[in-house]
């Protein structure tokens, strides 16, 4: 049997639990979700008051799943950061204790890193320009040197933040993507919506405001929400193209929550298709935050034996993304 | 000649409002900069409805491989030379919008020309002079990434020669506080917290 990691995710609002093997086989992947009242976002402490009621019951089903013991495991890998620092705690200190416990290495994995190598992995992309968008990342990168560089971001909502908050001010469920989607393809007439973006960064913040206040006049909503997904995403796309011609990459991969959504992967498949690049988006089951994008990590980092001291394994709330050394690429 | 292509990923209506609206601005843009001191392709036609403008070939290299050959001291000097044309910019009230070293072009007599204005804008705000040295010090960062911290150094350095220690200082500060932004940050984790005007119905 190849050697085991169980993965640990925590976070944002979800808390997951996975085992993967080095031979990048996820033999399960469990995870609950602290859902917000209607109208409200995350509170970071009621949301890791839910990890912590139901992390032992997820962890357990993960290695019942997985058909694996504890003592089984070989490492215990841990999504240190960027996230809320409440929810990163849950997870860290369950992950230290059973590392501790079964005497095996304690795994630090930076959780964007983890939605690039699950994507990777599920489309088995070799070297593409990312497009990470999670409710935390709106983010462009390509690795390059044992990093990865970013090209592009947000300067200063990301997709998912816009997308929530739009969402939560029409009075719809959290989180408001999926259901914009819905009303999107209801909507007929394209409403004119601020379109900015500056060299390959995007920024949303005047595009919330702006539909907000249509939103207040009585525009329709399923027209408010096509033209608020066809603006974003456009500028989204533009920012994508600009990038895949500097970086003239091959791939252009698609990862994080914001992933699953339809009319988003049609316009960056139309930009990977003018650059001559594979279009590719991660697995709809690995697309939001999971415990698989930790667990499948962490085998890449143990295989290149990077395990963090109990003493020295502090979550890391503002973690960045391109500060992070990835030996394994 | 440079023509706005449509991009088949764009609603119709959207499309040519943005192509319109960037070849008007870049026009105009290509002039007032030259004005202020940058050196810019002349332009001799513009087609807004076309998407289309007819400028002078500026035959040079893209600073982007014109760098990987210089030796220390030619780096700094150029890089020194690209601040000092950003500062000309901004002391005009001109943000570029898309400084990449794609974006400069080094002709065989060494002048520095800047190119591809569409993006750009009229502005004297901190913010905007500050998105735009930010985005330059991200094209060293991603593309330049063995000579980033000596080559942006010495951009900011041909800037302050030009707009002062107290403005470079102040646009510094403001960079700092975009950069935070945008990536996994407080303001990001503050705009999930419940109590935003926006939020509440």
Known sequence: MPPLILGIESTAHTFGASVATTDGSILSDVKRTYVPGTGRGIHPREAAQHHSSIADAVILQALERANVTARDLDGVAVALGPGLGPTLRIGATLARALASRLRVPLIPVHHAIGHIEIGALTTRSSDPLVVLLSGGHTTIAAFASRRWRIYGETEDITLGNLLDMFGRSAGLASPGGPEIERLAMKGKSFIELPYTVKGNDVSYSGLLTAATKLLQAGRPIEDLCFSVQEVSFSMLAEAAERSLAHTEKKELLLVGGVASNLALRKKLEIVAGEHQADFRAVDPKFAGDCGAQISWTGTLALSRQMFVDIERSQVKPRWRLDEVDVPWR | ?201
């Open chain 2, 1 to 201: 000649m440079k023509t706005r292509l449509r991009k088949s990923y764009r609603l119709d209506a959207l499309d040519h409002s943005i192509r319109v609206a960037r070849t008007s601005r870049e026009a105009n843009l290509l002039h007032d900069s030259k004005r202020a001191g940058v050196p810019t392709p002349t332009v001799y036609q513009v087609d807004t409805a076309g998407c289309t403008i007819i400028m002078e070939y500026v035959d040079g290299s893209r600073l982007k491989e014109a760098l990987t050959d210089m030796d220390q001291s030619e780096l700094r000097r150029t890089c020194k030379h690209v601040g000092s044309l950003i500062g000309r910019l901004h002391s005009a009230g001109i943000v570029h919008g898309d400084l990449t070293t794609s974006n400069m072009i080094l002709t065989d007599g060494a002048k520095l020309f800047f190119i591809d204005f569409g993006l750009s804008d009229y502005s004297y705000e901190v913010e905007s002079k500050g998105v735009d040295l930010l985005l330059m010090s991200r094209a060293f960062k991603s593309t330049h990434y063995a000579l980033h911290s000596r080559a942006f150094e010495a951009v900011v350095d041909g800037y302050r020669e030009v707009v002062g220690n107290d403005e470079t200082h102040l646009i510094s500060g403001k960079m700092r506080e975009i950069e935070k932004r945008g990536r996994y940050s407080e303001r990001s984790q503050a705009s999930m917290v419940p109590d935003i005007k926006q939020g509440q119905v």
